[in-house]
């Protein structure tokens, strides 16, 4: 039963160019969040979304960035328009279900030139 | 203002040493608690949490933690460390499993 996987590991962008980060689940997962660590910070939530569904996105900027999870494929979390700030590590994590135990996977670090 | 102080950014304890990772917070009730472990190359991995009840938590890998109400910590402690240890430990803090608080990490170096 392989982890959450996410994919690319590293992403380069420039400024101005859109950004797509995936997140596959672990099997029989239902339940995925997203988070970003800024350098030197912890982590901070960023969106939940079951399958089609936003639960709750209170941590997602309300310009240029959103997040889906398709009934089929991996969820998507999409950064318009990339300014610098926007470089750091961003982190998806599943579960089977609400308050359940979360899986995460190892990230993919954006940097922004 | 709700935050979670992890004081120590770097440990380096030697292998069969005890160690001890400091977790302090700020928040306005009394959340969950959770300590998770991130390998080299490794996603996030759940140690241990509190929820309720005894306030010395057993977790996996031999890792244990205890809540102190009074001194608004969740201290990380392992009697003997082993060089797969070495990795980064994150404290977080929340009322749910995802809605959480995170301090800035701690990176354990174990020195042969």
């Known amino acids: 039963n392989a982890g959450v996987m996410q994919n690319p590991r590293h992403l380069v962008r420039r400024r101005g160019q859109e950004a797509r980060l995936r997140c596959s689940p672990m099997k029989g997962h239902s339940h995925v969040y997203w988070y970003r660590q800024l350098p030197e910070e912890g982590l901070k939530f960023m969106v939940y979304?079951?399958?089609?569904?936003?639960?709750?996105e209170s941590g997602m900027p309300k310009e240029r960035f959103s997040a889906e999870f398709p009934k089929e494929g991996p969820s998507i979390l999409r950064i318009q328009q990339v300014v610098r700030g926007d470089s750091a590590a961003y982190f998806c994590?599943?579960?089977?279900?609400?308050?359940?135990?979360?899986?995460f996977g190892s990230g993919t670090q954006l940097s922004v030139l | 203002a709700q935050s979670v102080t992890q004081p120590d950014i770097h440990i380096t304890v030697s292998e069969g040493a005890s160690l001890e990772l400091r977790c302090n917070y700020s928040?306005?009730?009394?959340?969950?608690l959770f300590w998770y472990v991130q390998s080299p190359g490794q996603g996030l991995q759940l140690l241990l949490k509190?929820?309720?009840?005894d306030t010395l938590v057993q977790g996996i890998k031999g890792f244990e933690a205890e809540f102190k109400r009074s001194q608004s910590s969740f201290n990380l402690r392992k009697p003997s460390v082993h060089w797969s240890d070495a990795a980064e430990y994150f404290c977080?803090?929340?009322?749910?499993?995802?809605?959480?608080?995170w301090g800035a990490g701690t990176k354990l170096i174990i020195k042969p």
């Open positions: 994590a599943s579960g089977p279900g609400n308050n359940e135990k979360l899986f």
């Open positions: 509190y929820f309720s009840g």
């Open positions: 928040y306005g009730a009394t959340p969950y």
């Open positions: 977080a803090v929340g009322d749910s499993n995802y809605q959480l608080i």
């Open positions: 979304l079951q399958k089609e569904n936003i639960i709750d």
